[in-house]
Structure formats: structure tokens, C-alpha cells
């Protein structure tokens, strides 16, 4: 017996980060809180605010559906460390949306970060 799943289902998903999300952060090891990978929280190195149309909602790139968060330049470091997460925020209801791991850089305060574009996919089903 076969497996499917509906577009539609997998972008209810990402559209809760697509609508949610107001905050990216860059993180020193991996936040298990909102409070952790939020603005002073103790994995926090640096962030920027997200809107809507910073992530676009579209077929994946091997099944399924993802969402492509847009690349962010200019973002001021608030504090030294090696980030080596990065965290999608609602800070309206204080939810930690998503984690994910990235190459590990060496950020310094007061130095500028460029977050390059990134993808969240959620493939079909397989047998």
C-alpha cells in the first residue's frame, strides 16, 4: 500500500514558521529554549527581525515541500562565540520555532554577520 500526503498538509507546517517567525538568531550551541536562543539569553550571539516575505514556501528540492529562508547581511554580533546554530522566533508568544545546526564561525561583538540563505524541507512519504 502506497503513501501520500497532500502539498497542502506539509505547507500548513511551514507556513506556521512562514507567518510566525520574527526573529533569526545565531547561536552558540544548541538552544533547548526560547529564552536560551532568544535576545540575551545564554545562546545568543546575534539576530535579525524576520518578516513573511523572508521565507517562501515552494516544492523541495529532492520531494515534498520547503521553505527557503532568505539570506540576511548587515546583522550586528552582541556577543563573542562560535555559532554553530541557527533559531527561527516568535517572540510574540515566546516559542522557539526551529533549530538547526550550521557551519561553525567565530563571531565577534560589534562585528557585522551575513546569514546566507537556508532551507527547511519536510519530504513525502516514503514505503
Known amino acids: 500500500m502506497g503513501k501520500k500526503v497532500d502539498d497542502t498538509v506539509l505547507d500548513a507546517a511551514l507556513n506556521i514558521i512562514k507567518t510566525k517567525c520574527n526573529l533569526m538568531t ?6 533547548l ?3 536560551a536562543a532568544n535576545v540575551g539569553g545564554g545562546n545568543y550571539l546575534a539576530g535579525v527581525a524576520m518578516a513573511p516575505t523572508d521565507i517562501l ?3 523541495g528540492l ?3 515541500r520547503k521553505a527557503a529562508i532568505a539570506a540576511k547581511a548587515g546583522i550586528t554580533v552582541a556577543a563573542t562565540g562560535a555559532a554553530d546554530h541557527v533559531a527561527l522566533l516568535d517572540t ?9 545546526t550550521s557551519t561553525a564561525l567565530g563571531l565577534t561583538a560589534g562585528s557585522s554577520l551575513t546569514l546566507g540563505t537556508w532551507n527547511i524541507e519536510i519530504a513525502d512519504p516514503t514505503l
Request: proline share 4%; charged share 5%; glycine share 8%.
Open 26 to 31: 545565531a547561536c552558540a550551541g544548541e538552544p
Open 33 to 35: 529554549t526560547f529564552a
Open 57 to 59: 514556501v515552494a516544492n
Open 62 to 64: 529532492i520531494s515534498g
Open 92 to 100: 510574540v508568544s515566546s516559542t522557539l520555532l526551529y533549530v538547526t
